[in-house]
Structures are given as structure tokens and as C-alpha cells.
């Protein structure tokens, strides 16, 4: 089995200390840092927008993961691209016109993916993997750190992998929540290329060790 890219969420962070907690996720050993965008509009939580992009892109040596928990995020997919965004995730149900957003993605260069939630299906948006770099299959339900995975998503992962392979794509799929080392070695099995975490890093005696064990 391959080894996973590990993203761990900055929701999880202590806010005051972000600079220190956002340096120490490359010493720890991650490849991405998950910045969880969220509108209190599509997700009952409000998190942050494009000004706290823009300034842990300034700080961070690692690439951003940027997820959008947004209602029609077309609207403002060119701010966060600008604010210094690498990967660009949205909810396609959120979206008037998902295509078109992917398109707009595209077109700005970032690495660009569609994010299901637990109770949307795959197969409504699966065309739309042949526009996108990933695929991000919630392991719970958008829109709180902390709660705890859903083993049915994984069947979304094996059925996500399965499309990307027939149909020839070059697509990887993260998986987002209630995600730690215990249950990691399960999500790589079913097709996870990378891994979310955000309590099980943060709130670590030892984060780099289960940076380690998640990647596996
Ligand atoms: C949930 C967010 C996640 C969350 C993960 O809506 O998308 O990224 O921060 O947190 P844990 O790993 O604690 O479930
Ligand atoms: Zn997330």
C-alpha cells in the first residue's frame, strides 16, 4: 500500500499561536495545511475568509489545502486563489454551476476538487472528476472539528477509486474527519491518498508521530 500526503486542519489550531502552530505542522512532517472556510450559510459554523489565507500564506512553508464549507462559491473562487490558495475544494451542491466553477479553477491554475458530503451522492457529480485533481469524501458531516468518522463514506472512497481507475484519471482522493491513527491504515486500504486530521494532530502528546502513522 502507498503512502498517504497528510493534511492536518488548522481548525484545530490555537488561533493566537497561529503562526507558531501553523510552522510547526512542516517540522512535524505534513505536506498540506487544511484551512477549513466556512460561512455559517451552507455550514451552520463560521470559521474564516481570504484575509487569513492571504496571511498564513505568508508564513506557512507548506502548500495550502483550502476547503469550502461556502454557498455558491464561484463567487469568490478568484479571491481565494489570489489570497495564495494551492488546492481549491468546494461542496458542488453548494454551487449554481459546478463545471463552470472548476473551469474558473482551472483556468487560475490551482490544483482544483469537488468535496460529498456523507449524505450527498458520488454518482450525482462523478462526470465532474474529469475536471478536477481530487476528490475530498467527507468522513463526517462538513462543519465541526472533533466529531467522529463515518465508516459508510468509505464506501464512497472505493467507489470514487474505482471511477478515477477505469477511467484513466489523475485524480486523489482525501478524506476529511474523524480521521486519526487508529482508523488511518482503513482509509488507505479503501483508495485514501491523503488524510485530513485536525484533533488527532492538534490535540497529540506527539503530533509528529501520528503525522507519521497517518501517512503510514
Ligand atoms: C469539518 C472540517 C474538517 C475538520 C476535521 O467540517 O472539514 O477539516 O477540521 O477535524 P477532525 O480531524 O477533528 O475531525
Ligand atoms: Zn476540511
Known amino acids: 500500500m502507498t503512502k498517504a500526503l497528510v493534511s492536518p486542519s488548522i481548525l484545530s489550531a490555537d488561533f493566537v499561536n497561529l ?36 496571511a498564513i500564506k505568508r508564513i506557512s512553508p507548506l502548500p495550502l489545502d483550502v476547503h469550502l464549507m461556502i454557498t455558491e462559491p464561484e463567487r469568490y473562487l478568484d479571491e481565494f486563489v489570489s489570497a495564495g490558495a494551492d488546492i481549491v475544494t468546494f461542496h458542488p451542491d453548494a454551487s449554481r454551476d459546478p463545471e463552470r466553477a472548476l473551469d474558473m479553477l482551472g483556468e487560475r491554475g490551482v490544483k482544483r476538487g469537488i468535496v460529498i458530503n456523507p449524505d450527498v451522492r458520488l ?16 468522513s463526517v458531516f462538513a462543519g465541526l472539528g472533533g466529531q467522529k468518522f ?19 484519471l489523475d ?19 479503501a483508495g485514501v491518498d491523503m488524510i485530513v486530521a485536525g484533533s488527532a494532530v492538534f490535540n497529540a ?11 503510514g
Open 123 to 138: 454518482e450525482d457529480y462523478i462526470r465532474l472528476l474529469h475536471k478536477c485533481d481530487v476528490l475530498l469524501v467527507m
Open 19 to 54: 503562526e507558531r502552530d501553523v510552522k510547526r505542522l512542516a517540522e512535524w512532517g505534513a505536506d498540506y495545511v487544511h484551512c477549513d472556510v466556512m460561512d455559517g450559510v451552507y455550514v451552520k459554523n463560521l470559521t474564516f475568509g481570504m484575509p487569513m489565507i492571504k
Open 205 to 215: 502528546s506527539d503530533p509528529a508521530g501520528v503525522v507519521n502513522a497517518l501517512r
Open 150 to 168: 463515518i465508516p459508510e463514506t468509505l464506501d464512497t472512497v472505493r467507489r470514487g477509486k474505482k471511477y478515477i481507475l477505469e477511467n484513466g
Open 171 to 189: 485524480v486523489i482522493i482525501e478524506i476529511d474527519g474523524g480521521v486519526g491513527a487508529a482508523n488511518a491504515a482503513t482509509c488507505r486500504e
